[in-house]
């Protein structure tokens, strides 16, 4: 499928989505956050994708949504149905069964934000900044800071929320938005090596880990252990199982199939 406001290349078993606004921040177009949905739909119904990376052209992640396109509507569920289109992507993130690692360069504000919150991993680059900055223009980060209480605490949450405030990369590492901080020329590689890494794991281990992770996550302790153990019983009983154990016992590389 062609896009014009996203790019999709594939590395071996690494598919990569960028951004492609640049000379508009990247921001969250209708047609770009429906393009973004149709992408990461495609790479994750792709079995011979096991990580995927999304990052942003032009040294930015995203500057949220795009205010151009506020003034096209006038009703309560016009601006409903403008918003859920562009929110939809957390949504489709959370779902994913491939793990997801959001590369953060230059500025993720507003949605920006939102994508490294509702990615199951970041890399940022040291100078990069990250806020909830809609509460700077009479609006608020009402979508974006649902997968952002998910990642960090409550009161981190609403200084961001609130305040409109920008915060550095080593602030996002100590607060668990991001995972690795980087030198901004290596924002990509360092993505990519983490995407690499997940990718030479047996995907059917990785995806029912990944889906048993988050469904314990909001679980109380017993059903959540229940979960964990369902889980590891089906992962039990793969192919990908009997050749892992058996590569390893033969110190060899394993060779999975993802059955």
């Excluded at 690494?14 to 992408?39: G, P, Y």
């Excluded at 990052?55 to 992640?61: I, K, P, Q, S, T």
Aim: with cysteine; glycine share 8%; hydrophobic share 45%.
């Amino acid at each position: 499928m062609t896009y014009d406001t996203i790019e999709i290349t594939r590395d071996d078993h690494v598919a990569t989505i960028a951004l492609d606004r640049a000379e508009n921040f990247n921001t969250f177009s209708t047609a770009l956050s429906r393009e973004l949905i149709e992408a990461l739909e495609s790479v994750d119904g792709d079995d011979e994708v096991r990580a995927v990376v999304v990052e942003g052209n032009g040294g930015v992640l995203s500057a949220g949504i795009d205010l151009n396109e506020h003034d096209d509507f006038e009703t309560h569920r016009e601006y409903f149905d403008w918003v859920e289109e562009m929110e939809r992507p957390f949504r489709v993130l959370t779902d994913m069964r491939t793990p997801v690692i959001v590369g953060v360069e230059g500025h993720a504000a507003a949605n920006g934000l939102g994508l490294v919150a509702a990615a199951d991993l970041a890399v940022a680059a040291s100078d990069a900044q990250m806020g909830m900055t809609a509460v700077n223009v009479g609006l608020f980060c009402t979508g974006p800071g649902v997968p952002l209480i998910r990642t960090v605490t409550e009161k981190q949450a609403l200084e961001l929320l609130l305040t409109g405030e920008l915060i550095g990369a080593e602030t996002a590492k100590d607060w668990g938005l991001v995972n690795r901080v980087v030198d901004p020329d290596d924002v990509h590689e360092e993505s990519m090596a983490l995407a690499e890494s997940i990718a030479s794991k047996s995907p059917v281990a990785v995806q029912k880990g990944k889906e048993a992770f988050y469904e314990a996550a909001d679980l109380e302790f017993d059903k959540a252990m229940d979960v964990a153990n369902e889980a590891f019983a089906t992962i039990c009983r793969t192919e990908d199982a009997a050749e892992g154990i058996e590569a390893f016992l033969e110190d060899r590389e394993p060779e999975y199939t993802g059955r």
